[in-house]
């Protein structure tokens, strides 16, 4: 029996402006149970609060004390570490990091950088790295869904650093177990007692399961057929979030 349950956002609750269908009722379903909710995002275009504002437009009412963020949790690593980040981030957010010291770096952070991903900035990335610099990622997903077609995500420039510099990034956010720990802590619940619902297969379910949670694909958003098979360990597969929620109530 479930007694927590955690949400992906994109792909799961919305695809490009519009809400999937049955996801609010669903949602103010699980928000109106027992269960303890919470929203987990890798999201790096939207600042917390921008999202926040989003998903009241569209029919979802979020507490923002429930929703936990990558660039958030990126932003507390690199301030408890008293680091000065290189910032390789999507404009959108650059907002966010605005507060840190970022004169001189001696850390790199990486997020869905979009069109600033080019050969200058991750050079830049890879001398940093190369002289000692930790790298930071803002989630590791391979891909995203925008506007009906799948993009590169933050996952592969990532991996490109780590192999040209030999060095292993610090993952803040899904699929980094640190992460679904952050959150899992958030709650009263042991982790075996809480559902993740998500798109991604990799950063969503295989997270979650590595992580000790229980993990739900939904086949909207990023989904691709044969996600299902594409790892180990079990876990439920259901059509919309709408499944998810009653899977967790039943």
């Known amino acids: 029996m479930y007694r927590g349950i955690f949400f992906d956002i994109s792909g799961v609750l919305y695809t490009g402006r519009e809400a999937i269908p049955g996801a609010q009722s669903a949602i103010k379903s699980a928000q109106a149970s027992d269960l303890e909710v919470r929203f987990v995002t890798n999201t790096s275009r939207r600042t917390r609060n921008q999202l926040v504002v989003d998903l009241k437009a569209l029919g979802f009412d979020i507490d923002p004390d429930t929703l936990y963020t990558a660039p958030t949790a990126a932003h507390d690593w690199l301030e408890r570490n008293k680091l000065r980040p290189y910032c390789l981030i999507h404009r959108d957010i ?5 507060d840190l010291d970022q004169s001189q770096p001696n850390a790199v952070l990486i997020g869905d950088a979009a069109e600033t991903f080019r050969y200058q900035t991750l050079d830049r990335a890879f001398q940093l790295c190369m002289g000692g610099a930790p790298l930071v990622g803002v989630g ?4 995203f869904l925008l506007d009906n077609q799948l993009h590169l995500d933050a996952g592969p420039f990532i991996k490109a650093i780590e192999y040209a510099a030999s060095t292993e990034a610090v993952i803040l956010g899904k699929p980094s177990k640190d992460f679904f720990e952050q959150v899992v802590a958030s709650t009263t619940l042991e982790a075996s007692s809480i559902l993740m619902v998500g798109d991604d297969v990799h950063g969503d379910v295989e997270g979650a399961l590595m992580s ?4 739900c694909l939904v ?7 044969g996600d299902d098979k594409r790892i180990t360990g079990a ?13 967790a109530l039943s």
Do not use: D, H, M, W
Not at 140 to 143: E, F, G, H, M, S
Not at 212 to 215: I, M, Q, S, T
Not at 219 to 225: L, R
Not at 235 to 245: I, K, L, N, P, Q
């Open 94 to 98: 650059l907002s966010e990091f605005a």
């Open 140 to 143: 590791c997903n391979r891909y």
């Open 212 to 215: 000790g949670l229980a993990g």
């Open 219 to 225: 086949k909207t958003g990023k989904f691709q057929p």
């Open 235 to 247: 876990f439920s597969c259901v059509e919309t979030v709408s499944e998810a929620v009653a899977l």
